[in-house]
C-alpha cells in the first residue's frame, strides 16, 4: 500500500463516518481500510473522537441570556456614540486605543513623510507604493479598521522601536519591512494595517496577504 | 417570526429603518454566540465578543455590498473576531469551566459514570482550545454548526480541499488527546 494511497484516503475518512462521500469513494475507502493498518488506526481515531464528542455535556448559557442580549447590544451602541463621536470601538480595543493609536498615528506620519519628501529614494521606500495609493480619508481610516485586529498589541513594541529610530526615516522604512516580512507566518495581522484601507478586513484573504508579502519580497532593499 | 429575508431588512436599514437591524440580531443571535462560545470557552468573553460582532455589522451594514450573503459575511466578522480575542490574549489559556460542571455539593457522591462523563468533556473542550486556529475554525463550523465544506469555504476564503484536510487533522488530534488524557 503506498502512501499516496494514504494520503488521498485519509481525508475521505471522515466523510465516511459523516455519509457525506459517493458511494464510489466509499468502496474505494473501505477497500483500502481493510488492508491498512494506518488509516485503520485513523478511522478508529475518527470514531472515538465522533464518539466522546456525542457525551460532551451541553454549555450552559445564563437564564435569559438571549432575551437580553439586544437591548445589550443597543446600549453598547449608544455609549461608543455618546463617547466615541460616531467613531466607535469596542471596548476591548478601547483597552488598547493608547499604545496603538500611537503605533497608527506613528504609520500615518511615516506615510506622509515617504508622500512629500522629495528626496526620498523612490527603489528604497516600496512602502510608499502601498501608502501613496490610499485617499487621505482612508489613511485616516486605517486607525480604525486595525482596531479590530491584533496588530495592536502586536505593534506595541514595533512602534517603541520605531520611535526610536524616527530620524532616520530609511531605518523607519527598512525596521517596518522587517516587521512584516519576517512575520509571514502570522502575517494577516501586521499586513493588515495597510490592507484594511483598502478592504473590511474581514475580507482579506490569504492571497491578499501572499500578494503583498511577495510585494514586500520581491522589492530589493 | 418575520417573514423578511435579510437581504430586504439590510435594504430597510439602510434606508433609515433601524428596528430592521433588531430583527436581524435576533435571527442570528444565537447562532453566532455559539460559533462564538465554541471558540472563546468562556461565557463571558463570548459575551464580550458577541456584542462586538453585532456593533460591528451594525456599523459597517452601510457599506455591506452583498457580494456574499449576510450570513457568510457575519460568520466571518464572528470567526475573525473570535479568533482576534483568542490572538491577543496570546498566552494559552487554561480551560475555564462551567460552574454547572465543575461545582457540586462536597457531601455528593458522584457516580462513576458522570464522572467519567465529565472528565472526558472537560478533555474535549481541552483538545479543541489547543487546536491551530485554522483547525479550530474549521472544526466548530463543520461539526458545531454543520456548515457544508462550501460554504466553510466562502467564509474562511479556504479551498474544500484545505478545509477537509484542517477538519481530519482536528478530528484526529482530538481523539489523540482525549485518548491520552484519559489513560
Known sequence: MSNMDCDRIKYLLVGLREGTISQEEREVVERHVATCVRCMDDLNLIDEAFESLRNVEDEQVPTHYFTNLLPRIRERLEQQTEHGSGFALPLWVQRLLAPVSAGAVLACMIGMYILFNPMADTTQFHLRDIVSELPKEDVDGVAESVSYTTVMARTMEPSQRLMETLSNPALVSRQIERELVDDQLDHGHSLSIFLAAEHPFEDISDEDVDSVIKKLNDTSL | MDQRSDLELIREFKDGNEKAFNVLVLRYQE?????????????????????????????????????????????????????????????????????????????????????????????????????????????????????????????????????????????????????????
Open chain 2, 31 to 183: 447562532k453566532i454566540y455559539w460559533v462564538v462560545r465554541r471558540l472563546l470557552p468562556d461565557h463571558d468573553e463570548a459575551d464580550d465578543v458577541v456584542q462586538d460582532i453585532f456593533v460591528k455589522v451594525y456599523r459597517s451594514l452601510n457599506s455591506f455590498k452583498g457580494d456574499s450573503s449576510f450570513y457568510t459575511w457575519l460568520y466571518r466578522i464572528a470567526v475573525n473576531l473570535s479568533l482576534n480575542e483568542i490572538r491577543r490574549k496570546k498566552t494559552r489559556r487554561t480551560f475555564a469551566f462551567d460552574d454547572s460542571v465543575t461545582q457540586y455539593e462536597s457531601d455528593e457522591i458522584l457516580p462513576l459514570e458522570r464522572m467519567e462523563r465529565e472528565e472526558r468533556t472537560r478533555l474535549i473542550k481541552e483538545a479543541i482550545d489547543r487546536l491551530p486556529e485554522k483547525q479550530k475554525k474549521v472544526f466548530v463550523l463543520r461539526y458545531y454548526e454543520e456548515l457544508p465544506y462550501e460554504e466553510i469555504s466562502k467564509i474562511l476564503k479556504t479551498s474544500v480541499g484545505g478545509l477537509k484536510a484542517n477538519y481530519f487533522h482536528a478530528v484526529k488530534k482530538i481523539a489523540e488527546y482525549v485518548k491520552h488524557g484519559l489513560r
